[in-house]
C-alpha cells in the first residue's frame, strides 16, 4: 500500500463551486452542454465495463474493451473545444480506421443471430441485456453529441463512430443471446 502522505489526494475542490475545466482550462459549468455530452460517454463506458463483467464472451469481451479505449478519445474530444489535445496525444484521436473496424465488427457478429423479421424485446442473458441498455445510453449521448452543433472532423468523426457504436452493441446483444440459447421475443 502507498504511503498515503506522499500520494496526492484523489480530491481537488476545484468544482466546488458547480464548474469545472475543459482541456484548454476553459471553466464551465457542469451542467454546460459540452460536459453533458462526454458525461453520458462516461456513462456508456461504464455500463459497458458492466457488461464485460457479465461474461459477454472473449471476443465480444475483446472488443469491448477496444471500444471504451475509443471511449475515452471520445470523451477527449468533446472536453477538447480548440482541438489541442489530439496533436499531443494520438490515442485521444478517431479515424476513419476506427469506423471501418466497428463497420467490420457488426458484420462478424451480425451474421450470429437469425435475420431480423420484427422488433424485438431488449433482454435476455446478464450480458446481453446489458449491451441492449448500453446501446440506449449510446444513443443518449449521440443526441447530446449531435446537440452541441460541433462543425470540426473531429465532431463529425466522433457523431459517425458513436451512430456505428449503437449499432454494434445491438448485434452484439443479439450475438450474444443466441451463443447462449437464449431466443428473442418479438414485438
Given at each position: ?12 475542490k ?10 484548454d ?8 452542454a ?9 456513462e456508456?463506458?461504464a ?8 461474461d ?5 469481451d475483446?472488443m ?25 496525444v494520438?490515442?485521444a ?5 476506427d ?21 424485438i ?10 449491451l ?18 460541433l ?5 463529425r468523426?466522433?457523431?459517425?463512430y458513436?451512430?456505428?457504436l ?6 452484439m446483444?443479439?450475438a450474444?443471446n443466441?451463443?447462449?440459447g437464449?431466443?428473442?421475443i418479438?414485438w
Amino acid at each position: 500500500m502507498a504511503d498515503p502522505t506522499t500520494r496526492r489526494p484523489l480530491y481537488t475542490k476545484t468544482g466546488d463551486q458547480g464548474d469545472t475545466a475543459l482541456f484548454d482550462g476553459t471553466r464551465v459549468l457542469k451542467s454546460d452542454a459540452r460536459v453533458d455530452a462526454y458525461g453520458e460517454v462516461d456513462e456508456l463506458n461504464a455500463w459497458l465495463g458492466l457488461a464485460r463483467a457479465h461474461d459477454p464472451g472473449p471476443r465480444v469481451d475483446e472488443m469491448l474493451g477496444q471500444i471504451q479505449q475509443d471511449l475515452f478519445a471520445v470523451g477527449s474530444t468533446l472536453a477538447d473545444p480548440r482541438h489541442r489535445i489530439a496533436a499531443r496525444v494520438t490515442k485521444a484521436a478517431l479515424d476513419d480506421a476506427d469506423i471501418a473496424r466497428l463497420e467490420g465488427w457488426i458484420d462478424e457478429v451480425d451474421v450470429e443471430a437469425p435475420p431480423l423479421r420484427r422488433f424485438i424485446l431488449a433482454g435476455g442473458t446478464p450480458a446481453g441485456a446489458l449491451l441492449h441498455l448500453a446501446r440506449t445510453v449510446c444513443r443518449r449521448a449521440e443526441r447530446r453529441i449531435v446537440g452541441l452543433g460541433l462543425e470540426s472532423d473531429d465532431a463529425r468523426l466522433v457523431v459517425v463512430y458513436v451512430n456505428r457504436l449503437s449499432d454494434l452493441l445491438f448485434a452484439m446483444a443479439r450475438a450474444v443471446n443466441h451463443r447462449r440459447g437464449v431466443p428473442e421475443i418479438e414485438w
